[in-house]
Each structure stands twice: as C-alpha cells, then as structure tokens.
C-alpha cells in the first residue's frame, strides 16, 4: 500500500494511479499476468456461475462518489477484463475515482477465488490516494520477488510524494500492521501528521525526515540497507536486504529512530476478540507483522 496526497498536486496523483495500475499487474502477475493479458476470459466469466476450476477470472471497474448534494446512489462501473474495458479503466483513473479495481483469479475445485491471482487497487479517503495490491505466496516468499515488489513500489513513489507505505502479511488497505497493532482507526486522517507504519520498506515525508534529524542521521544510523531521497518528495527506507531477514530487533532500531513521528500508544502484537460461543474463551489472535511493542513517548517524552 502507498499512500499519497490527492490535493495539491493532482496531476500527480492521477500520473501515478495510472503508473501504479500499469506497473503491478506486469511486475507482480508475472507469467499469470501475462496470461490474463494475452488471452481474456470470456466476458460471460465476470458472472461466478459460469466457472468451472481451472478457469481464470478478471474484472476491472470503478466506483465515483457523486456531490454532496447528489441524492442517488454513488456512479459505479465494472466490466470483464478486455483490451477496451483495460484501457477504459485507465482513462477513469483520470478522474480518480472513489474506487478503482483490477483482480484476476483461478477459479478452484472448492469453488472460490484461488492461486495464482494478485489484484491492484486505489481508493480516496480523507484527501489521500491509496495504492494497493496483493500478490501470491510464491512471490513473495521468493527474494527476486521481493525486489519486483520493491521496484514496482519505488517507481510509483518516485513521481508521488508519498507520505506511508506498508509491504505486509494479511492486511487490508483500511488500515495499516501499526494502525491494526494499535487498533488506531483515524491514521488515514492523520496520515500528514503521524507515520502510518514502518518495517521491511518505510517511506518517509520531507518533514517527517527532518523530524527525525534528517537524511544524515538516517544513513549513518546503520538500520537501513537503502537510505534515498525520492525525486517528488520523501525519503526511501529499506531496512534488510530480504523480507525474511526483518525481524523483532531490526523493528526496535527502527522504533527508536522514528519515534518522534510515530503515533502515541503502544502496539500490541497478540490481540484477543469476543469468544465464539457465550461463556467461551476469547480468541487469541497473533499479528503476523512485527512492530516494536513500545510506546514513542517512552523516548519523545
């Protein structure tokens, strides 16, 4: 997920909406990608009822939320993946719509959505575009994978001026493994004012860097393998070379160098919910996403 600033600059958001949409399916589908692109489905398959396993699925579309003062229901477009209803698609992220989505899939022997598959997506809340996309296990466990997803990632930032970025297990684009740790709701609010996560790749603003002492003190910290000024804006952090080497005590170093921009709270990583049945045990869930379980006022006071 990345998310950037909608106004000023809109020009921007919508060059890298499009970038984003044009980018991911071709450098995180891979040769599944390639399928969907050279040979649709038919367009009765946008129809779940007409699968069978084995057959891919791929739609695109679009939801606008009309004025205020529009009583009717919001604008909404969706289509069967084609060349036409593709580059329809990318004519309406001119627009930056409420919503855009792209999702291809193999329909499976049980009947749902299975793998290979990947979806991008966008959404606008609260004057922020958010980027989004999920990718299969495969890739991502795969360290040249883990680049792709990097290089697909920077592209965009370099034009968008990004203000957060998250590369995470299980999360939803709503909130962000730091924002869910913290059970903290209004991030995306309050994404100019607090960083909305860091981990394996973090993104900083231009003045979130000078709050924490700049790009000097970022470098020669010793907690990144990458430390680079993006060309729009921010700054570009990786901490270890491979998502597997990221790890409880790379996620401290980093808490004690960003805590002047993190938000208050302190995160806990084990989180319990109501339990299934009325006197049971609550339910015991473990975030799979590491964060530092500390609070940034132990150090900003």
Excluded at 99 to 106: D, L, M, N
Excluded at 118 to 145: C, H, K, Q
Excluded at 292 to 300: F, G, K, L, S
Aim: hydrophobic letters at 40%.
């Amino acid at each position: 997920m990345l998310t950037l600033p909608a106004e000023p600059g809109r020009e921007r958001a919508v060059r890298a909406a499009r970038l984003w949409f044009e980018r991911c399916p071709d450098r995180l589908g891979g040769e599944f990608a390639a399928t969907v692109r050279d040979n649709p489905p038919p367009p009765d398959r946008i129809h779940l009822s007409q699968l069978s396993p084995g057959d891919i699925w791929a739609t695109v579309g679009t939801t606008i939320q009309p004025p205020g003062d529009y009583e009717g229901e919001p604008l909404e477009w969706d289509a069967p993946y084609s060349a036409a209803s593709w580059q329809e698609l990318l004519r309406k992220l001119g627009e930056l719509p409420s919503v855009a989505a792209f999702g291809a899939s193999t329909w499976s022997a049980r009947g749902w959505h299975g793998p290979p598959s990947y979806t991008v997506d966008m959404g606008i809340d609260y004057g922020f575009v958010e980027l989004g996309s999920t990718i299969d296990d495969a890739l991502a466990n795969d360290p040249a994978g883990q680049r792709r997803v990097l290089a697909a990632v920077r592209e965009v930032a370099e034009v968008a001026n990004p203000v957060a970025v998250a590369v995470a297990t299980n999360f939803k684009r709503i909130e962000t493994p730091l924002e869910r740790a913290l059970n903290r709701f209004q991030g995306r609010a309050e994404a100019g004012s607090w960083l909305r996560n860091y981990g394996w790749l973090t993104v900083l603003s231009d003045e979130m860097t000078e709050r924490v002492g700049g790009l000097h003190r970022l470098r020669s910290s010793g907690a990144f393998v990458e430390v680079e000024p993006l060309a729009a804006g921010g700054t570009w952090l990786v901490a270890t070379d491979t998502w597997d080497e990221y790890g409880p005590e790379q996620a401290n170093r980093l808490f004690e160098l960003l805590a002047p921009v993190l938000p208050p709270g302190r995160p806990q990583l084990t989180q319990f919910g109501a339990p299934v049945t009325p006197g049971g045990e609550l339910v015991r869930t473990a975030l799979p996403n590491v964060v530092a379980e500390r609070d940034p006022r132990e150090i900003t006071g």
